[in-house]
């Protein structure tokens, strides 16, 4: 019994969704739309402003997916609704990022700086030269970027330098003692 796959999705009053009989589902908000090929073994059924996802046989393949599909179509309505955000702290003595045109450049104490092309569909919002924010409709490619802007620092557990994540929890350890 999937928990996840048999709650309902509330569609909100700004959105449409639309279902093809081969599970294509289109979804149109204010901020955008998204569009994603769902397997045709699930049955998609939308009644009023009910959303529900349902399986028609208790394969281990088809429970599998259940869950997952429901999850998936949830982020997408919460995407093109409200939209996702992800926010990164940088720490450190001349660690810094600024925004030219359609590039993030970070200083994060190479020999040289990195430059991201960022994605289609995302913004980035660069308050302070520590501060990155970056916004999107796909929960998944909100995710995927920050986590790539995360890799280039890593925080390290001695000083607590680079690039984290606003809430994150980085233990520290204490360095050596001289005797």
């Known amino acids: 019994m999937s928990r996840i796959g048999n709650k309902v999705i509330v569609v909100p009053a700004d959105v449409t969704v639309d279902i093809s009989e081969t599970n294509f589902i289109t979804v149109k908000g ?5 569009e994603k090929q769902f ?3 699930l049955n998609f059924s939308l009644e009023g402003s009910e959303l529900k ?17 429901r999850a998936i179509l949830f982020n997408m309505i919460t995407g093109v609704s409200t ?3 992800k926010k990164l702290e940088i720490k450190g ?3 810094r ?16 700086n990195i430059e991201l092309e960022i994605p289609q569909g995302i913004t980035l919002d660069v308050p302070k030269n520590t501060e990155i924010t970056v916004n999107g409709i796909d929960k998944a490619v909100v995710g995927q970027f920050a986590a790539e802007i995360r890799e280039y620092r890593k925080p390290e557990p001695y000083k607590g330098k680079g690039i984290r994540y606003v809430d994150e929890y980085v233990a520290r350890k204490a360095g050596k003692t001289a005797k």
Do not use: C, D
């Open 30 to 34: 204010p901020k955008g739309q998204l």
């Open 39 to 41: 397997n045709e073994v």
């Open 53 to 69: 996802v349902s399986r028609p046989n208790n394969e281990m393949f088809t429970r599998k997916i259940h869950g997952t599909s």
């Open 83 to 85: 939209g996702f955000s």
């Open 93 to 95: 003595v001349g660690y």
């Open 97 to 112: 990022a600024q925004l030219q045109g359609n590039t993030l450049v970070l200083q994060l104490g190479f020999s040289h």
